[in-house]
């Protein structure tokens, strides 16, 4: 059911193809928005506007390499074009990313890692500001990670470029404050997607192997991170920019395992 909170503004979700992404368009448009659903995946894409069609939103499919400037201005001509705007983007798309350190790690897959995650980032948001100012502002919301607050092994294009994206956030925030565009980040935790089968064979596993390293005694869920960007978008977050919002069960305010507290009161 629609709660009214996005009506009459349009949306634009790269990656919406996706786990994240798709639940991130799927909540806009029960709130009300019109959606362009992106995603280097058009047939994912097209999986995700069939299931908002089907629940009455209006919803168009965009191929999208955010890594391509040519890609990314066509993505969001279509959105102004299309549904108007637009009032929210939203930056999910992230590529593969390897384990290995700086030594073994090959520099294309540093490079892919870092243009998909930052570049792309960049790309987005220097096509779709001028519209949104001139449409009146909007919101910009980048998809970090708790990985961009503290260092991993193995993971170095990761946590630098999702750490990059917190501090492009925070500088878009301060540039853009004029044209009324409010911009913020979401650093998930460890959330429950098919990224968690390629690691660790099942999402039961990765739920018993992770879960311990939150104070929820728990992974997350895509719908909770889609209902953190439906705040950001709206107007509930109003007097929030440059800012970064946790969801992630406590990971980065503990950053032990659930092994060192004490049993769930019964």
């Known amino acids: 059911m629609a709660n009214g909170k996005l009506e009459g503004k ?20 029960a709130a009300g928005a019109s959606v362009c659903v992106a995603d280097i995946d058009l047939h994912g894409a097209e999986r995700t506007v069939a299931d908002l069609e089907a629940a009455g939103a209006k919803a168009v499919a965009c191929p999208l390499d955010v890594a391509d400037p040519a890609s990314a201005e066509r993505a969001v001509r279509l959105t102004v074009e299309q549904l108007g705007g637009p009032h929210v983007l939203v930056n999910v798309a992230a590529g593969a990313s390897p384990d290995g350190t700086v030594v073994d790690k090959p520099l294309e897959d540093w490079t892919r890692e870092i243009t998909v995650i930052l570049t792309g980032c960049f790309l987005m948001c220097k096509y779709a500001i001028p519209p949104m100012a001139e449409a009146g502002g909007g919101a910009i919301i980048n998809i970090a990670s708790q990985y961009g607050h503290i260092g991993v092994p193995l993971r170095a294009g990761y946590c630098a470029s999702k750490g990059a994206l917190l501090q492009l956030t925070k500088v878009m925030a301060i540039d853009h404050a004029d044209d009324n565009i409010r911009v913020n980040s979401i650093s998930p935790g460890a959330i429950d997607t098919p990224r968690s089968l390629r690691r660790y064979g099942t999402i039961e596993n990765a739920r018993k192997v992770r879960g311990r390293y ?27 920019t440059g800012s970064d919002l946790l969801i992630d069960g406590g990971f980065m305010a503990f950053k032990g395992t659930t092994d060192d507290l004490p049993s769930p009161a019964n």
């Open 10 to 29: 349009s949306a634009l979700v790269t990656g919406a193809g996706g786990a994240i992404g798709g639940a991130i368009a799927r909540r806009f448009a």
């Open 214 to 240: 939150y104070l929820a005694r728990r992974t997350g869920t895509v719908d909770e991170v889609a209902a953190g960007a439906l705040y950001l978008a709206s107007d509930d977050s109003s007097f929030c």
